[in-house]
Each structure stands twice: as structure tokens, then as C-alpha cells.
């Protein structure tokens, strides 16, 4: 029995392509949106002294200038991944482009790093939203000193220009923020059932306090009298006898030799 082979024409395979193409990003089916009643924050610092505190899901719509520091902390829990979305848009046309960024710093001050988004766009100066995106590591339940892995606490998000011409400090803009946490539960918490390495070379578990050898009697008499090696003792007698050989030598090199 002989099988026909299956020939796909052009037309099936723009199609197919199309199909894929239709079909629902994950990235799409994961953005973040407030939460329902959540109340939005109209405010936000100036440093991190200053940082207006936030939770997940609750928006953020602050007007600001162009050169503005804008601050704001939230709380992370083990086993949370926060993931930050900002959009920021211009109410008029600016002299040229400009490149935004978003910060996230830890309790430390240390500045964690972003797994996927837009941290640091450029935008035309004809453009009129700019859109900035950071997504974090799992925080860890714990981690050692000398790493710099995100632990719980809270957290410090900074929004800013880092780039821009000159004419266009001070240039109203409307911001809006929003802060989302999915929690997967900490992975770090798991417990060894078996040692990694198994035990070859068991010992036996002692029941009775051990008895020593016995010692032979002679031995014993003859090792009496014989001074600890260690002893003081053997170190000052070898030393003086060293001494005075060195002195008999000494002597014998630096004598004058007898006229006759």
C-alpha cells in the first residue's frame, strides 16, 4: 500500500502562518492591571527618603516635568516576581529625542536587574507616549552575603530622563505606573530526603566507654625515669651544652698563639 504524500500549497502555508499570528502572545495574556478598587496615588518623591509607598496593583497617575526624579516603594515577599509597567506622555511636540529609564533598588540600595521590558527606551521627539517596562527576579527567602540576589523587604522604584536636549527641561508630562506581583511561593524552601553522597564506610556505634590497652610493667619501670621529650628540662640541658661548645670554639678561633 503505497501513501500519497501531503503538498502544501502557498496559500495553506500563509494561512497557517496567519493562524500563528492570530493566536494569543503569553506576553499579552500576562499584563498587569489594577486591582479592582484599588485607590490610584496622585503623589510620588523626591529621593529615597521621600519615596511615596505603593502595593501591587495600585495605580499610579502623577502629573511631573520633564527632569524630575520620581520615587516610589513597595513591599516583596518571598516567592513574589513584581513586574513594572510605566507609560509616560508628552502633551506637546519636543526639540528632539529623549531616552527614560526605570530603577529598582532594594533595602541596600542595591540595583536589582530586570529579566524582560523596556528599561531604558529612546523616543522621537514626535512621539507623544514614551512606554517603560522591568520585570524582577523571584525575591528569595535568603541568600548569601557576598550575593546580591533580591531578598524581602521593600523596594525603591525610580523613574527618570537620562538623556534629553536642553530646551526641553521643564516640559509638563503625565505619568502612570502600576506595580503587579505574582506569587509562586518561595523556591528556595525545599528539604533534602537522602544525602547526596551515600555513606560506603559506615562505622560501628559504640554502646560502653572504650578500655585502654595494657601497658607491660617493665616497660612501665624502665620509662620512669626517662624524662617528658617535651620536658623543659631536656631543652635547658641540650641548650647548655650547645653553649658551652660554642664557647670552647669561640675560644679556640680567637686566641692569640704563644711566643716563644
Same mark, same amino acid.
Given at each position: 500500500m503505497t501513501r500519497t504524500p501531503i503538498v502544501? !500549497?502557498?496559500?495553506a502555508? $500563509?494561512? $497557517? %502562518?496567519?493562524?500563528?499570528?492570530?493566536?494569543? !502572545?503569553?506576553?499579552?495574556? +500576562? &499584563?498587569? &492591571?489594577? =486591582?479592582?478598587g484599588a485607590t490610584p496615588v496622585t503623589r510620588a518623591g523626591t529621593s529615597f527618603l521621600t519615596a511615596t509607598g505603593i502595593a501591587a496593583g495600585q495605580p499610579v497617575r502623577v502629573d511631573a516635568s520633564i527632569g524630575d526624579f520620581l520615587y /516610589? =516603594? *513597595?513591599?516583596? &515577599?518571598a516567592g513574589q516576581r513584581h513586574r513594572i509597567t510605566a507609560s509616560v506622555s508628552f502633551p506637546k511636540t519636543r526639540s528632539?529625542? #529623549?531616552? /527614560? !529609564?526605570?530603577?529598582? *533598588?532594594?533595602g541596600l540600595r542595591r540595583r536589582q536587574a530586570c529579566t524582560d521590558g523596556a528599561q531604558t527606551p529612546t523616543v522621537d521627539a514626535s512621539a507623544g507616549t514614551v512606554t517603560l517596562g522591568c520585570t524582577l527576579r523571584q525575591v528569595r527567602s535568603w541568600a548569601e552575603p /557576598? =550575593? $546580591?540576589?533580591?531578598?524581602? %523587604? !521593600?523596594?525603591?522604584?525610580r523613574l527618570s530622563v537620562v538623556d534629553l536636549p536642553e530646551p526641553d527641561l521643564g516640559l509638563?508630562?503625565?505619568?502612570?505606573? @502600576?506595580?503587579s506581583a505574582d506569587d509562586d511561593g518561595s523556591r528556595d524552601d525545599g528539604k533534602l530526603n537522602a544525602p547526596l553522597t551515600p555513606v560506603t564506610e559506615a562505622g560501628t556505634v559504640l554502646t560502653g566507654e572504650p578500655t585502654a590497652a595494657p601497658v607491660d610493667a617493665e616497660d612501665d619501670r624502665f620509662a620512669d625515669w626517662l624524662p617528658?621529650?617535651? #620536658?623543659?628540662?631536656? /631543652? +635547658?640541658?641540650?641548650?647548655?651544652? @650547645?653553649? $658551652?661548645?660554642?664557647?670552647?670554639? %669561640? *675560644?679556640g678561633l680567637t686566641r692569640r698563639p704563644r711566643r716563644a
Open positions: 502544501r !500549497t502557498g496559500a502555508l $500563509a494561512a $497557517a %502562518g496567519l493562524a500563528l499570528l492570530a493566536a494569543p !502572545t503569553p506576553a499579552a495574556a +500576562t &499584563t498587569p &492591571t489594577p =486591582s479592582p /516610589w =516603594s *513597595f513591599p516583596a &515577599t528632539g529625542t #529623549s531616552t /527614560w !529609564t526605570v530603577e529598582v *533598588f532594594d /557576598w =550575593s $546580591a540576589d533580591p531578598l524581602p %523587604g !521593600t523596594y525603591y522604584l509638563p508630562v503625565d505619568v502612570e505606573l @502600576l506595580v617528658d621529650l617535651g #620536658s623543659r628540662w631536656i /631543652w +635547658t640541658t641540650v641548650g647548655g651544652v @650547645l653553649a $658551652a661548645v660554642a664557647g670552647v670554639v %669561640g *675560644f
